[in-house]
């Protein structure tokens, strides 16, 4: 009983707990969500072009610093054309990761890697990279930007024994939502 009674004594000198009413309320939090939607033009070995449609799904990662935020994500491509080499119809399915870089350079970045399968059913190991602009300048709490640049994808198609990683080169244009950048 002589450690509660001291306990007590000890909590009436320290005086009144502080109200949390007058605290100020915290920041909101920025959005995590992310999406895109990038259709691209590809090119590789052959002459005709591959058309390329990215929908990419992602958690945006906490923030660092205060000029970038990074996304990481799937994204998952359907491509119709010849820039595939063995087949017209191609799939793909990357982990990616995605930040807009601020103001002054609006600069919008992909990266990530995975796997591709074509018609005849040959994995293609892939890494695929994007560098690019966003528009328009960013406003507090704007989440929605457009996106254009330039696409790499090397591939490997391990299935029909390649010897080399072949390159795809694009230009993408399309719109991503999020991630936010937190308020400075």
Known sequence: ????????ALALAAGPAESTAD?????????RFTFALIPALTFGVS???SGDHALYFGRALPQRDG????????????SAGFADR?????????VMAMTLEQAPRRLYAAA??????????????EAEGRVGFY???ARAGQR????????????????????LPLPQLGLFIGFVVGPRQRPR
């Open 135 to 137: 528009f328009p300048r």
């Open 86 to 94: 063995y087949a017209l119809l191609t799939h793909r399915h990357h």
């Open 1 to 8: 009983m002589g450690w509660a009674a001291a306990a007590l």
């Open 112 to 125: 990530g890697g995975g796997v591709a399968i074509n018609g005849l059913f040959f994995p293609i190991i």
């Open 67 to 78: 000029k970038r935020r990074w996304a990481l994500g799937y994204q998952g491509t359907f």
């Open 23 to 31: 605290a100020p309320e915290p920041a909101p939090a920025a959005g």
């Open 47 to 49: 002459p005709v072009p």
């Open 144 to 163: 929605t930007r457009g996106v254009f640049g330039l696409l790499m994808r090397l591939g490997w198609n391990v299935g029909a024994r390649e010897l």
